[in-house]
């Protein structure tokens, strides 16, 4: 059998049948233990993360997601068989693993056995398309903390210098620190409106 849904603490399992009645066995207990489930493992800071709980207790209220320790969210409360579900974004971090769990006030965050969270690093541009020369802001996060010698690069090749990464592994390297160079954008002078170089990041 599959233990249904149902609030954390003890619950009996029996059996009968057409002759035998539940009544002469012995039962059995079964102990329910709160876990948690999330719907990825993996992204950069800023993904959209379901986490959901089973076997909390009944209608336990104020529920909170921690993410390395540190609460995340809103509270939730769980639903008479001990359910719930939240949605939250994952928090500036550097890359590698970080830690998800969850407590609520008769629930602590080891009995749900804390899942992991992998943070990759990814960038940002605040603009995608524009002529030769174009001010580009480039942010990154989900790098290592403090990183330093972070260069941008504009089809390969370097095109600009970003600051060191923050504690939490972020920076922003601000217009005009990259400008497209102009030996890696083919010429235009000659090329017929509306023509524009795209930027891919």
């Keep these: 059998m599959s233990i ?3 609030p954390s603490g003890p619950h009996i399992i029996s059996a ?3 002759i035998t009645s539940a009544a002469f066995l012995t039962p059995q207990t079964f102990t329910v233990n709160p876990a948690i489930t999330m719907s990825r493992s993996s992204g950069s800071p800023g993904s959209q993360v379901t986490v959901t709980g089973s076997g909390f207790a009944s209608s336990e209220s104020g529920i909170t997601v921690t993410y ?3 609460p995340v969210g809103s509270a939730v409360s769980a639903t008479a068989l001990g359910n719930w579900s939240v949605t939250l974004s994952i928090p500036p971090s550097t890359s590698g693993t970080h830690s998800i769990a969850a407590v609520g006030p008769l629930t602590t965050a080891s009995s749900t056995n804390p899942l992991t969270f992998t943070v990759s690093s990814t960038i940002a541009v605040n603009r995608t398309s524009g002529p030769p020369g174009t001010q580009v802001t480039v942010s990154g996060t989900g790098f290592a903390t403090g990183e330093t010698g972070i260069t941008i690069t504009f089809d390969g090749s370097p095109a600009g210098a970003a600051p060191p990464a ?4 972020a920076w922003s390297a ?5 400008t497209p160079p102009p030996a890696l954008i083919p ?6 409106p509306p023509r ?6």
């Design 68 to 70: 390395d320790g540190n």
């Design 196 to 201: 524009q170089v795209l930027f891919q990041a």
């Design 187 to 192: 010429s235009m002078l000659t090329a017929p």
């Design 166 to 169: 923050n504690a939490m592994g």
């Design 4 to 6: 249904p849904n149902a």
């Design 16 to 18: 009968y049948g057409t």
């Design 174 to 178: 601000p217009s005009p620190s990259l």
